[in-house]
């Protein structure tokens, strides 16, 4: 504190510097903690010292890898899925987000049921159809259907969308379904 003309005044110059100290040391042990997570095996720097931005750089790059190796895993999950699939299995998975939805409707070549009823529920259900494809794959058949919220203050209902939708790839009739 320093006293001019009798009232007691801060030093803000020395306020700040010590700030700013402290934000560096902060700084500086969140790098070294953000630094110990990355396995040893992924490190590409092999300094001594790391600068900070040697860091930030070693972890995005973790960051994107762990990405990647999540889409494999989940591509490899759905092939896994797609293949234990027999010949008269169905498959609705139904992703809903930002008032987006996408439908894939996976069945076997033995399994049949009208493209045009799902689109019809999908529109009942308030979406409008951006863009619908069937692919017949071996002895499977996709079909994928991309749609987005009529209303963005109403919106879709995903879990009512999948369960009709499940209703009539199964055959189960939604008239005596209680």
């Given at each position: 504190m320093v006293y001019v003309c009798g009232k007691k005044t801060t030093n803000w110059k020395v306020e700040r510097k010590t700030v700013e100290k402290n934000r560096r040391i902060h700084m500086k042990t969140l790098c070294f903690k953000l630094s110990s997570i990355i396995p040893k095996e992924h490190k590409t720097i092999h300094k001594t010292v790391l600068?900070?931005?040697?860091?930030?750089?070693?972890?995005?790059?973790?960051?994107?890898?762990?990405?990647?190796?999540?889409?494999?895993?989940?591509?490899?999950?759905?092939?896994?899925?797609?293949?234990?699939?027999?010949?008269?299995?169905?498959?609705?998975?139904?992703?809903?987000?930002?008032?987006?939805?996408?439908?894939?409707?996976?069945?076997?070549?033995?399994?049949?049921?009208?493209?045009?009823?799902?689109?019809?529920?999908?529109?009942?259900?308030?979406?409008?159809?951006?863009s619908a494809s069937v692919v017949a794959v071996g002895d499977k058949i996709f079909h994928t259907i991309h749609s987005q919220a009529i209303s963005s203050r109403i919106g879709l209902e995903p879990t009512s969308v999948s369960r009709r939708l499940k209703e009539l790839v199964n055959g189960v009739d939604p008239e005596f379904h209680i």
């Open positions: 600068t900070q931005q040697d860091c930030f750089d070693e972890a995005a790059s973790y960051i994107q890898k762990l990405g990647e190796n999540i889409e494999k895993l989940k591509q490899r999950k759905q092939m896994q899925s797609m293949r234990s699939l027999g010949q008269d299995d169905v498959v609705v998975e139904v992703r809903y987000e930002d008032l987006n939805l996408e439908v894939v409707v996976v069945s076997g070549v033995r399994k049949r049921f009208m493209f045009h009823e799902l689109i019809n529920v999908l529109e009942e259900e308030g979406a409008e159809i951006v």
